[in-house]
């Protein structure tokens, strides 16, 4: 049986499964107790959150330990949320008045709690759901004495899959020995499909109705790429299949020698070949794979899960380990592009009925100047200690480059006035991801040192298509003629102005090895892909000469549909190249 569930990690993966049981709940709704337990309940309750606080505690120092700083922050964030007062007051309020057993009283005000979240509208925060409930889950499995299944010592190769795998889960596993995760519910945002790819561990996640298809143990070949999972494999299959794993693996651990080699096609024409970051970590990740720069650093993950906005020094430090890890080579730090399906609570923001087209990104940013102010002046420091480039999101005319520039040049001035020092020579550039800033991509060059196609975006905005929008998924496609005439478009102006200026891109179609030769022959000179795919795009790139892709190019675009140009991209892909896909 094949099931389809969101393609939430990259990678193939080939093993038994096991089933991470949720909770016993039959014996936790019943549970209410006499007047003269409630001080004894309420002490087990205060017990068990400190049992809890100490197994987090054990995680978080070995993440620490490994230099896993995503695993540390998301179990420090959970860590938080034992010590929130509004599950101590919901906890104490049941028992003491409603006389629920403690059992009963953490599930509810956590159910309560979650379910707040849940129903929210931005997705990010509905993710966090997820966190309130494992909290609730690792207190209830103490109160319960329930001996919950070791994964971090796991002496298999194991598919895990559950109704939910928690980011805790996530971040107490063996990753040694997890291939692959599937859950029935979860998201591209949530926590367990971050630490999934930061782990570059397999992951399906919304596979519904799956538990009810499979038992323990049995192999499940699932695909993170493609977001599907095979049951009811048969020997023969397996063992074809176990073939194909393995062959994968070599091809994927080929790759690694093209680690500090450029990214320079076969006639001596060198792109740089970027990587797409949202946090240090990943940035340290990135140049151990000998990525030539940051081409997307995501600040706006820093404002998450939080209730304030961080402080200039704490934004400095982050945007500062970033730039220091690159070592001198260029980081692209995208000002915070919050708003659409990024949400965060403490800016109050409206809800609205068209988020995607409403305040975000720089629309925020340029009517909220404080908080744009705090985050241009820790850039500007950053950029004191390497290389780094400031990038405006969404910029849909000159005049919001040109504010935006302004309140530039006003950070700069102010830290001149208190003789701090900071990269005076920092250069903006623009994301184009607007089709209006496309199509006037010649006025806006002229005041921006380089655009980064954001072609997620673009793709959603030029086809009308909403990128979140799961039933009109299919007609979301970055190879549609509409879209691709204002990339090459963009690249070709941008590639006319000279002094240095350049167009690059950091949209996923970047990542995608069939639009590799497209863009080569477009004359883009930039790549910024995700990590997990920056060492395919560099083979493509260094197997095929510039002369083929812009014949590629040409006949690419004489074609009228996003079928018709897929296809023929993909047999004009050298069929040694094939199996890198
Ligand atoms: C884009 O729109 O292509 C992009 C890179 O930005 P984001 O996906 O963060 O909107
Ligand atoms: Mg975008």
Redesign the pocket.
């Known amino acids: 049986m094949l099931f389809q569930g969101i393609a939430a990690a990259p990678g193939l993966a080939l093993a038994r499964c096991l089933i991470v049981q949720p909770l016993p709940e039959s014996n936790m709704m019943a549970q209410s107790i006499a007047r003269d337990q409630v001080d004894a309940e309420l002490g087990l309750f205060a017990q068990a959150v400190k049992s809890a606080s100490a197994q987090l505690e054990k995680i978080l120092d070995r993440a620490r330990q490994a230099g896993d700083e995503t695993k540390a922050d998301i179990i420090g964030a959970q860590a938080m949320l034992l010590t929130d007062p509004l599950l101590e007051e919901g906890v104490c309020e049941k028992v003491s008045t409603q006389f629920f057993s403690a059992i009963r009283a953490v599930k509810e005000t956590t159910d309560e709690q979650a379910d707040i979240l849940a129903g929210l509208d931005d997705p990010y925060l509905r993710e966090r759901a997820a966190d309130v409930k494992d909290i609730g889950n690792r207190i209830l499995a103490i109160l319960m004495g329930v001996q919950e299944i070791d994964l971090s010592f796991l002496e298999v190769d194991t598919i895990l899959v559950g109704r939910e795998i928690t980011p805790s889960q996530m971040a107490s596993l063996d990753a040694s020995k997890v291939k692959g995760i599937v859950a029935e519910i979860g998201g591209k945002t949530s926590h367990t499909a971050i630490l999934a790819n930061n782990m570059e561990i397999a992951a399906v996640l919304g596979c519904q109705g799956i538990l009810a298809s499979i038992q323990d143990g049995i192999p499940l070949l699932i695909d993170g790429t493609k977001g599907t999972v095979e049951t009811e494999i048969s020997a023969e299959r397996n063992i074809s299949l176990q073939q194909e794993v393995k062959r994968r693996k070599i091809i994927k651990e080929s790759l690694r020698e093209l680690i500090g080699r450029p990214a320079t096609t076969t006639d001596g024409f060198t792109v740089e070949l970027a990587a797409n970051v949202m946090d240090p970590d990943g940035a340290a990740k990135a140049d151990k794979l000998g990525a030539d720069g940051i081409g ?1 650093y ?1 600040t706006e993950f820093l404002f998450m899960d939080r209730t304030t906005a961080p402080s200039e020094q704490e934004q400095y430090e982050a945007y500062i380990k970033v730039v220091k890890a690159m070592k001198g080579k260029p980081v692209i730090i995208r000002t915070m ?1 919050i708003g659409g399906d990024k949400e965060i609570a403490y800016l109050n923001l409206p809800k609205e009925e068209n988020p995607f087209l409403g305040y975000r990104a720089i629309r925020i940013c340029l009517q909220d100047k404080p908080l744009f102010m705090t985050q241009l002046r820790a850039i500007l420091r950053a950029g004191k200690h390497g290389k780094a480039l400031v990038m405006y999101p969404m910029i849909a005319s000159l005049e919001e480059l040109r504010e935006a520039n302004r309140i530039l040049q006003e950070a700069k001035e102010s830290l001149r006035a208190e003789g701090i020092p900071f990269d005076e020579n920092l250069a903006p550039g623009i994301m184009v ?1 607007i089709p209006s800033a496309a199509v006037t991509a010649d006025l806006l060059i002229r005041e921006a040192a380089f655009f980064s196609i ?4 673009l793709t959603q905005y030029t086809l009308a298509v909403d990128r979140m929008n799961e039933r009109i998924s299919k007609l979301y496609n970055h190879f549609q003629p509409g879209v691709l005439r204002l990339i090459r478009s963009v690249i070709e102006t941008a590639n006319r102005a000279g002094g240095g200026k350049f167009a690059g891109m ?2 996923e179609m970047a990542s995608d090895p069939l639009a590799t030769l497209l863009l080569l022959g477009f004359g883009m000179t930039e790549f910024s892909v995700n990590p997990s795919s920056l060492l395919t795009i560099k083979k493509i790139i260094t197997s095929v000469d510039m002369s083929y892709a812009q014949e590629v190019a040409e006949k690419a675009m004489a074609l009228s549909t996003a079928e018709e140009i897929s296809a023929y991209l993909s047999a004009a892909l050298p069929p040694e190249l094939r199996d890198y896909l």
Not at 454 to 457: A, L, M, T, V, Y
Request: aromatic share 0%.
């Open positions: 997307l995501r592009d991801e954001g072609s997620n975006d950091c949209g």
